[in-house]
């Protein structure tokens, strides 16, 4: 049982260390002009060099978008002058998953708005301890966001994490929520994700939907042979991990057969969708994330060492 533990925390960390160093590549790579999708190949193949997988696709969310926005395969959009940039980074070694993400910012006026979420991230980080309130890490978040004059994105929230699994069950919430009763326990990994925006303070579903993860795996009757080919790859290269159409070219090559086979895979119950978030009035949005694993000696920063040795 302890050799199982030593091997979990060291496969936390060697995914950790590998999104650290994706962080510094996106940070190089990202400038306006830059095509959405060519970011997306270019971080997700770096990532596989590395000997990881993607954890999910890479997210890239301009100015009032704030989450699940990675590029289709045709995909037009570049990074536009004056904007906001959060990209998500998922990498996993072995199913044990570095979730973290950073704000890249290519106009001077939302600099402040930047800084409000990755300020709130290390302080809610350095108020982590075994047995500690998850909401109270998220009052912290939200009273130093609301310094800077902002607010919290409220129905986003930092999660556990287990094998495979990004969303594990708890919920560490961005603000002091009433409701929220859980803690932090030895043994297991979380991320702590503070969303800041000049907007309202929350976040809607567009129509958009670019990442899916597969929702039940047992195949039944009524699948085409196109639909029943996609779903088995689906389930040996993702299991229930989130991933795009991006990742299923070689499966199907025309564009427009495979969008198909996805949506009726949906409307089968096979897949669930993640919708594009857009901030509700359209406001700025930044957002910074790390993950953390519990150790019985004390808190890990897997995905940035600089920030463990804070603690
Ligand atoms: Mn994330
Ligand atoms: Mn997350």
Same mark, same amino acid.
């Given at each position: 049982m302890c050799r199982t533990s030593e091997e979990e925390i060291k496969n936390y960390i060697k995914a950790g260390e590998i999104s650290y160093r994706v962080k510094d590549y996106v940070e190089k790579l $990202? +400038? %306006? =002009? @830059? +095509?959405l999708v060519e970011v997306a190949e270019k971080v997700e193949s770096y990532i596989r060099e590395l000997n990881a997988q993607p954890a999910f696709p890479l997210n890239i969310s301009v100015n009032? @978008? /704030? /989450?699940h926005r990675t590029p289709l395969i045709d995909d037009g959009e570049v990074i536009p002058e004056d904007s906001i940039v959060k990209v998500d980074i998922g990498v996993h070694v072995n199913g044990y998953i570095a979730d973290t993400a950073i704000t890249l910012v290519f106009n001077d006026k939302l600099g402040k708005l930047a800084e409000a979420a990755s300020d709130a991230l290390e302080k809610a980080i350095l108020a $982590?301890? %075994? =047995? $500690?309130r998850f909401s109270d890490v998220g009052a912290v978040i939200e009273s130093t966001i609301r310094k800077y004059g902002f607010k919290v994105i409220k129905n986003l929230s930092g999660h556990s994490l287990d094998r495979y699994n990004i969303? /594990? =069950?708890d919920i560490i919430p961005n603000f002091k929520d009433p409701i929220s009763h859980g803690k932090f326990r030895v043994g297991r990994a979380y991320a702590i994700e503070p969303f800041a925006t000049d907007g309202k303070g929350a976040v809607t579903e567009l129509r958009q939907v670019q990442i899916y993860a597969l929702k039940k795996t047992k195949l039944g009757f009524g699948l085409t042979d196109d639909e029943r080919k996609v779903l088995e790859v689906i389930s040996e290269r993702f299991k229930t991990l989130p991933f795009c159409e991006r990742w299923l070219r070689d499966v199907i090559e025309d564009v427009a057969s495979l969008r198909n086979v996805m949506r009726s895979l949906v409307r089968k119950g096979y897949l669930r969708q993640y919708p594009v978030l857009v901030e509700i009035r359209a406001g700025a949005v930044s957002q910074f994330e790390e993950t953390i694993y519990i150790s019985k000696e004390g808190v890990i920063v897997t995905s940035n060492p600089e920030l463990s040795g804070g603690r």
């Open positions: $990202v +400038k %306006p =002009g @830059i +095509k009032e @978008i /704030a /989450a $982590v301890s %075994p =047995g $500690v969303h /594990a =069950g």
